[in-house]
């Protein structure tokens, strides 16, 4: 490059040299640009199905460079999960929030950061210094480079008061960005420190549902070997998909089985049972919700309703 990247664009290209993979964000809010499930118009990026903002994060120089110089007013967002970060932000009280828990109660905390201080003390152990973002609330982002082949998720105020977690289907708002008129900013410029395993224990031993065979009770009447091996192969389509990967099947397998409700073969409850059953091996696991996966079924099945398919006879 021959100019200085400046405003937004050095933001992300910042971000992305570090190796992190940037979305860009709605102005001025923590939010991604990007569309949900529900919104998506299966074009561009989606022609194949739709991919999500963490399917769509990139560190792509180029490709960084392109979008924000386009777009300067986008904010920039690093999909921790893709970028090997765990995130804990350390948050301030908001007006409406929970009763401290009694566990809390007498420790006489007041923010995330003070919350942290009182878990290292019971851990015995050090908080370790490392990159750390100052956000536009007052709270703190402490970056944390997630221990190799561990798939670490997003966790809510499960640690203590006031703490969140980030990694693999969550983000955070990268420093240099402006969100509801209040800029992130970097506080410690450090080299990002592996996650200190102690200090973070509950988050490397989730309470992930044993992988289990999945038995779908197949639609009583009007059964035919056909309909029978298309549904099992669409179900097990779901059931087997990567992390990754399975929203995108349970969207397509709703699709193909949401063909055959509007071609007459099987009920649109039938069909939305038969899904939500296969589905719920994913629940829970990093990040994927009932309601996310009810979302998905819907969608698929509104996409189908134009594309009767009927069953051979
Ligand atoms: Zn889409």
Redesign the pocket.
Known sequence: MTTIASGMLAVALNAAFRGWYVLPLRPGRKIPL????D????????AD????WEQRATRDLAHVEAHWSAHPHHGVGIATGPSGLVVVDLDTPKPGDPPLPAAWQAEKVRTGAEVLVVLARRAGVEIPRTYMVRTGSGGWHLYYAAPPGARIGNTGRSLGPWIDTRGWGGQVVAAGTVVAGRLYTTARNLPIAPLPPTLFQPLLTPPRPAPRPVRVALPAGRRTAYLNAAIRRQLAYITDASTGARNTALYRSAVALGQLVAGGALTDTEVTDMLKQAADIHIGIDGFTAASADATIRSGLRASAARPRRIPA
Do not use: N
Not at 34 to 37: E, L, Q
Not at 39 to 46: E, L, W
């Open positions: 990007a569309h949900d499930v919104h998506c118009p299966r074009t561009g990026p989606c199905g739709h991919r999500t």
